[in-house]
T-cell receptor
Framework: NAGVTQTPKFQVLKTGQSMTLQCAQD?????MSWYRQDPGMGLRLIHY???????DQGEVPNGYNVSRSTTEDFPLRLLSAAPSQTSVYFC??????????????FGPGTRLTVL | GESVGLHLPTLSVQEGDNSIINCAYS??????FIWYKQESGKGPQFIID?????DKRQGQRVTVLLNKTVKHLSLQIAATQPGDSAVYFC??????????FGTGTSLTVIP
């Protein structure tokens, strides 16, 4: 199993540009999430999904869109990039959000810089 | 929303010693807690979890203690090894499907 994969690993955007961060998992997990990690602030939830066709907002959803057309894929779209979106983005998947299967498996991350 | 905090941002221990990483949480309604380890340049990796109806849970070389009276969580690592050097996060869940992560503690193991 490849686990959770993310592409690209690095990306530089100009303010106002749009792009999609890709995330895929091969563990047949229903639950998937997107987090951003900024220095000194831990991980913050952007959006999450509890199954194909179902998404919901997390703690910091503004400026981001998601969709979940398949169990495997959960892309994150930046509509109009801003310097405040410079961060490291992690995708995660899990069987559940509750015990005993609540552990999340994280991808390697995408480091995004917005100029 | 409320956030999880950590008492110490950095911790240095000698190889072979035991490590204790602390975490304070502020929401008494939190019912599930997870510790993650993050090595440089990688995504977080699950270490151990605990439900709020438990006080202690043990894994391989790790123990998590939960004190609901003072809203405190700790991760104990026995016989710390150089490979344990990383940033450790605690995460709590108290509403819906959202986990709230602390800011992390950086553990450095001195050979």
């Amino acid at each position: 199993n490849a686990g959770v994969t993310q592409t690209p690993k690095f990306q530089v955007l100009k303010t106002g540009q749009s792009m999609t961060l890709q995330c895929a998992q091969d563990m047949n997990h229903e639950y998937m999430s997107w987090y951003r990690q900024d220095p000194g602030m831990g991980l913050r939830l952007i959006h999450y999904s509890v199954g194909a066709g179902i998404t919901d907002q997390g703690e910091v959803p503004n400026g981001y869109n998601v969709s979940r057309s398949t169990t495997e894929d959960f892309p994150l779209r930046l509509l109009s990039a801003a310097p405040s979106q410079t961060s490291v983005y992690f995708c995660a998947s899990s069987y559940s959000f509750s015990p005993p299967m609540g552990e999340q498996f994280f991808g390697p991350g995408t480091r995004l810089t917005v100029l | 929303g409320e956030s999880v905090g950590l008492h110490l941002p950095t911790l240095s221990v000698q190889e072979g010693d035991n490590s204790i990483i602390n975490c304070a949480y502020s929401n008494s309604a939190s019912d599930y807690f997870i510790w993650y380890k993050q090595e440089s340049g990688k995504g977080p990796q699950f270490i151990i979890d605990i439900r709020s109806n438990m006080d202690k849970r043990q894994g391989q070389r790790v123990t998590v203690l939960l004190n609901k009276t003072v809203k405190h969580l700790s991760l104990q690592i026995a016989a710390t090894q150089p490979g344990d050097s990383a940033v450790y996060f605690c995460a709590e869940k108290y509403t819906g499907n959202q986990f709230y992560f602390g800011t992390g503690t950086s553990l450095t193991v001195i050979p």
